[in-house]
């Protein structure tokens, strides 16, 4: 998390004051010291690990508060539910109704994966290009980073700067010796098919939503220079350094805007299904804990409006089955439910915890410090 008294030292506002957490309801996870990569050879597809384990898993989601998982097109508001007329941003949906797309549910676990293990950075672009303006209010970078440029207006680029050591996981078949971090080994990597797979999520039970669709205001993501410590200016490029870490919202504010969402409305609950295949018990044991599963737990975030409080969900883990191989479905799979199922899950969860190398456990506590902390008047 960001280092307050580093910012006061610098003159710069304290990021964990009320009004700078209104108006930037986030925050980060550090990275951790190391990425600790690992020989993918006893871990392929092709060949079972002696302490692999196959199975699935199925899962309850909750949802803590209004979820819009954009399809990227417009719907009519009647055809939405809504008594209004007009048009809405429309939802995944399929034929009976909202979904949530199995690679939502993988994106934000592997994020939540990547803050709790020491894994490589995927969160950064390579390049920002950034709007600057020489009056205060049309400009997106402050002025004392742009006070040297003699023009009115431009665009500049920014480039993070962060130790080769967290560069991206990438296989390729020329390789002969591949390691990959805990995230990239289990979700997959560039040329590295994962061994979890994440099915969509089906509606069980749809709460009742309001007459009209919830109006959002514009949302933006955070400007890229509130993304490292420092931003170095030369001419009109620049560079980022002293990246802060991987970013997660708090359970931020209400807010009005003036473009309809369509949504699912906080109560209702999704199904949800994620198969798994060759994994170490401590990854399973980690997949949990990502997952929010048990107490203490934390939410997950998925979809749109983060930053206004939407997308908050709670994952219960219903049934796990373990079979001999995932192509082997049958009446000798072994599954737990009840009493039995939350013993399993604390046993693979302690693992976590009990000298696992890949573990980062300030990690852990950072995440759920920032997702869990509300923010004005949160949804509940």
Known sequence: MRDIYWYLAQGRHDPHHPQQKQAHPYDFVSLSGQVQRAPIAALTHDHKNPEGLDGALECQIVLLSPLHIGSGIYAFAHDCGFQEQGVVQGIAR?????????????????????????????????????????????????????????????????????????????????????????????????????????????????????????????????????IARKCLISGTQGTLEGLEGRKFYYHSSKTRGNCPWDYVEYGSIFQAKIQFHNLLPPELGTLFIAMGIQEPSHPILLGGGKTIGFGRVRMELMRMSFVQSITMWNDSCQ??????????????????????????????????????????????
């Not at 749809?206 to 993501?221: D, R, V, W």
């Not at 013993?343 to 696992?356: F, N, R, S, V």
């Open 94 to 226: 399929d034929q009976h109704g909202p979904i949530i797309p199995g690679s939502s549910l993988k994106g934000s676990i592997r994020a939540t994966y990547e803050a709790i293990t020491q894994s490589c950075v995927r969160c950064y672009k390579s390049s920002y290009t950034i709007q600057w303006h020489k009056e205060r209010n049309r400009s997106k970078l402050p002025q004392h980073l742009i006070s040297h440029i003699r023009q009115d207006s431009g665009n500049m680029k920014l480039m993070p700067i962060f130790p080769q050591k967290y560069n991206q996981c990438r296989h390729t078949h020329e390789a002969t010796h591949v390691a990959l971090c805990p995230a990239c080994s289990l979700f997959g990597a560039m040329g590295w098919l994962g061994r979890v797979s994440f099915f969509d999520g089906v509606i069980q039970e749809e709460k009742t939503k309001n007459k009209g669709p919830i109006f959002i205001p514009t949302l933006q993501s955070p400007q890229a220079h509130r």
């Open 335 to 380: 599954e737990f439910v009840g009493t039995a199922l939350d013993q399993e899950i604390k046993k693979y969860k302690a693992l976590y915890y009990q000298g696992w190398n890949a573990a980062y456990i300030d990690g852990l506590k950072q995440y759920r410090t920032i997702v869990n902390e509300a923010v004005g008047q949160a949804y509940k």
